[in-house]
């Protein structure tokens, strides 16, 4: 018997166009547990929810959501054609006569937040997990860190402006601060 895979540990502050969004889906390879996809837009928020595939999982059960802020942001129409030296960016002053460089307004998907901003309700999540994970990997900029159990195993996920990076599971402990009120038990005077 194997163990469902879980969403433990979910941080994302992806951003992806959202043209590119609708179209991922048009013909995305969704996990074989999930049907469909419905995406809903209310104002800045875009929510994309998991239809099973599942007849015994009932209508009124909430299965998982990716939620997004919609935001718009002026981006360069084309790259700058002259290459940087290797020195770096060299500045210099604009003539008059130059025209400024062709901008554009595109809407972009903002995957950002926790797992429980992002990636909402249990049945289905880790499927629709596996759906974020593509959608990071077409992401212009952001970073989606995850950590996640498969088979019972503790997996790490770290997908860096689309780039999957390699990635740890590290187990730390935290110093707490004596100064943040709290009691220290190991030199208290009330406990012999």
């Given amino acids: 018997m ?43 928020t875009l929510i994309i929810d998991a239809v099973p595939t599942d007849d015994e999982i009932s209508k009124y059960t909430p299965t998982a959501q990716l939620k997004a802020t919609v935001s718009e942001k002026r981006v360069l129409e084309e790259e700058p054609t ?16 130059e025209e400024e460089p062709a901008t554009m307004l595109v809407e972009y998907a903002g995957f950002k937040g926790t797992r429980e901003t ?3 309700n249990t049945e289905l999540q880790y499927p629709m997990f596996e759906v974020l994970v593509g959608l990071a990997k077409l992401a212009d900029r952001g970073t989606l860190t995850a950590i ?31 100064e943040e009120g709290t ?10």
Wanted: charged share 35%; proline share 5%.
């Fill in 2 to 44: 194997t163990d469902t895979p879980r969403v433990y540990r979910l941080h994302s502050t992806i951003e992806v166009p959202l043209e590119t969004v609708y179209e991922h889906f048009e013909d995305a390879d969704l996990p074989d547990v999930i049907e469909d996809i419905e995406i809903t837009r209310r104002n800045n």
């Fill in 82 to 97: 002259e290459p940087a030296s290797s020195a770096g960016l060299q500045w210099k002053a604009r003539d008059e006569d």
């Fill in 118 to 120: 992002v990636l909402l």
């Fill in 148 to 178: 996640t159990a498969v088979d019972g195993e503790l997996v790490a996920t770290r997908i860096v402006d689309g780039e999957e990076c390699p990635a740890t599971i590290e187990v730390v402990e935290e110093q707490r601060d004596e």
């Fill in 183 to 192: 009691v220290n038990w190991r030199d208290n005077k009330f406990i012999s």
